[in-house]
């Protein structure tokens, strides 16, 4: 079994930078992916980054260039550094366990895993 909390969130100006960490317990090493996803109010839920069990990573197009993902395996943690937000990037941001393989990497239905996600407010 697999428990996920996020960490990190809060509030900043536009062009701030927030680190989110995920930490994780249970044998998160034991999937290919791990992955953050956000929601904003109204809208669907996004995939923002993954990274694979090897290191390699992933990013939305959205956030390529701007947000930062890495994971400590001996500390069974995952991190999201993100810098130049914009209030566009305002969202409850999640990080989950890909379980399933049925979709494309980023869609929400290959995760079986969810931490209970943890607010970004950027403002303008």
């Known amino acids: 079994q697999v428990q996920l909390v996020e960490s990190g969130g809060g509030s900043v100006q536009a062009g701030g930078s927030l680190r989110l960490t995920c930490a994780g317990s249970?044998?998160?090493?034991?999937?290919?992916?791990m992955g953050w996803f956000r929601q904003a109010p109204g809208k669907e839920r996004e995939g923002v980054a993954a990274i694979r069990r090897g290191g390699s990573t992933l990013y939305a197009d959205s956030v390529r260039g701007r947000f930062t993902i890495s994971k400590d395996n001996a500390k069974n943690t995952m991190y999201l550094h993100m810098s130049n937000l914009k209030p566009e990037d305002t969202a409850m941001y999640y990080c989950?366990?890909?379980?399933?393989?049925?979709?494309?990497?980023?869609?929400?239905?290959?995760?079986?895993?969810w931490g209970p996600g943890t607010q970004v407010t950027v403002s303008s």
């Open positions: 989950a366990v890909r379980t399933a393989s049925g979709y494309s990497i980023f869609h929400p239905r290959n995760y079986g895993y």
């Open positions: 249970g044998n998160t090493d034991s999937y290919y992916y």
